[in-house]
């Protein structure tokens, strides 16, 4: 077989070198817009009228709808520096599991550049944030250029470019109007909430095109200098690496008997409504003068009675452990690792289908039993949910044990133990902090645990997540090779 030519030097250092070069490009033209946005706005009033006209009737159309405002927070979060990040990084190791180092590095330069422009220019203009008369959202620093429309566009263009390859081709103008779509929807969203004028979003979303087609090109040049074919930019960046960055193969079927389970787990979840609703019932009203009935009137008094500021601040972190924010990152990272590694999406499914399950039956049962707080300090204050069942308890109790399932089989090594201990030490903070914090009565996490076992017991009876390893599936990264995941990066440099 005729090997791919081998380029002179080093691939990966010029690479880096022509990103850098774009970069510093990148970071005179925006002093240069900066300079001249100083300029203007000493100078000629119809730009600051429009900017602070246009932000000022926006916060005073939205401050009143607080279910609008909390839609335009959940969408601007997505272009926040750390949800950025998180989703570049899950993708980078993806990648490194699939033996796709090159990809792996693109994104690598392509996000740090970003991380370095915004900054940098914020310093350099030095805009102050807009004057509004209801402050919707919270941010520091500069105004100019927006960091979340910027740091959207780079993050989410460069991951589309990066698994369109994947996308059918059908489907592949729609999958970038849809990225388009959010792009805008998060530059929006800043001007919406108060946070940014009109000439900030604007440019983010040029600098960020910019700086996303100055990377797409270089990496085009290091394809051509290794001998690859260099194609349509809507093709993705290496087409042929289609097979790797799909998350899984086609399967005929997900679960052998789709009605069946479907009926299965529909039935399941009205019985399980139903025991959860009686059990709710009867701590509520019949439980006065049994043993339950008393833990639940003494167990909070004894920790309003015993607590400290030292405590506080410790349940204070427990307790954020099965926020609605964690309990969504933990799963919203683990999904596409357990993708890269295993290729098949019933154990996807399953995660999803269990805290789907849960939310719906903790929103239900905590709707119609109604149960008050106990009658010490809530130190979280009102909850918009009654007491029974703990939602914390609940979402965390069924993430880890649903997560412990999959991974304990799926490998040998000692850190399987981890995702057991997690599923049993995490649940146990979290209960013991939500009593703490006199939010919830024993009852309540009992409730929680009887909610946890029947749903989850019921998933994995239907869905038999892990029929994959019976049916020989192999990972696409074999447990010994993780400690080899840096020397990817390495080899993406190499000829080869």
């Not at 500069?142 to 959207?152: D, Q």
């Not at 959860?276 to 833990?295: I, K, Q, R, S």
């Not at 009593?435 to 994995?460: C, K, Q």
Request: proline fraction near 6%; include cysteine; charge should be neutral.
């Amino acid at each position: 077989m005729e090997k791919e030519p081998r380029a002179p030097g080093r691939p990966l250092g010029r690479f880096a070198e022509r990103s850098l070069a774009g970069l510093i490009v990148l970071l005179a033209c925006g002093t240069g817009a900066g300079t001249l946005l100083l300029l203007v706005r000493g100078e000629w009033g119809p730009l600051h009228d429009l900017d602070h006209g246009v932000v000022v009737a926006l916060n005073a159309l939205v401050a009143d709808n607080d279910v609008l405002v909390t839609v335009l927070n959940f969408i601007t979060d997505l272009g926040a520096r750390l949800v950025l990040t998180c989703v570049t990084a899950v993708a980078v190791v993806t990648l490194l599991i699939r033996r796709q180092g090159r990809l792996a590095v693109y994104l690598i330069v392509t996000g740090l550049g970003s991380l370095a422009i915004g900054p940098v220019l914020k310093l350099l203009v030095g805009r102050l944030r807009p004057v509004v008369e209801v402050p919707l959202t919270g941010f520091s620093g500069n105004s100019f250029p927006s960091g979340h429309a910027l740091g959207a566009t780079v993050t989410y263009g460069s991951l589309l470019l990066v698994f369109l390859p994947a996308i059918a081709p059908r489907w592949r103008k729609p999958a970038i109007a849809l990225v388009a779509l959010l792009v805008t929807a998060i530059g929006l969203t800043r001007i919406l909430l108060g946070a940014h004028f009109v000439s900030d979003v604007v440019a983010g979303w040029l600098l960020g095109v910019a700086w996303l087609v100055i990377t797409a090109y270089a990496f085009r040049l290091w394809r051509r200098e290794r001998g690859r074919p260099v194609g349509e930019l809507t093709d993705g960046l290496e087409p042929e690496a289609a097979p790797e960055v799909s998350p899984a193969p086609d399967e005929e079927r997900m679960l052998e008997h789709p009605r069946a389970a479907i009926a299965e787990l529909a039935t399941g979840w009205v019985l399980i409504a139903g025991v959860l609703f009686g059990f709710g019932l009867l701590v509520t009203d019949y439980a006065d003068g049994t043993f339950l009935g008393l833990l639940d009137r003494e167990v909070p008094l004894w920790f309003a009675a015993n607590g400290t500021p030292f405590w506080d601040d410790v349940s204070w972190w427990a307790s954020k452990i099965g926020d609605t924010g964690s309990i969504m990152l933990v799963g919203v990272l683990f999904c596409p690792l357990l993708l890269a590694v295993w290729r098949r999406w019933r154990p996807v499914f399953f995660l999803v289908a269990t805290m789907l399950g849960e939310l719906s039956l903790f929103l239900l049962s905590t709707r119609t039993v109604g149960r008050h707080r106990p009658p010490v300090e809530n130190l979280d204050g009102a909850m918009p949910t009654s007491s029974f069942p703990s939602g914390h308890v609940a979402a965390t109790l069924c993430l880890y044990v649903a997560i412990a399932i999959l991974v304990f089989p799926r490998t040998d090594r000692w850190w399987r133990w981890i995702s057991v201990l997690a599923a049993v030490l995490l649940p146990l903070a979290v209960a013991a902090s939500r009593l703490y914090r006199g939010m919830h009565h024993p009852a309540d996490v009992i409730g929680s645990i009887l909610l946890t076992l029947l749903w989850v017991g019921l998933l994995y009876w239907v869905v038999r997540p892990n029929a994959d390893l019976d049916q020989g599936n192999r990972p696409a990264l074999e447990s010994e090779e993780v400690g080899r995941l840096d020397d990817e990066l390495i080899e993406a440099g190499r000829a080869g």
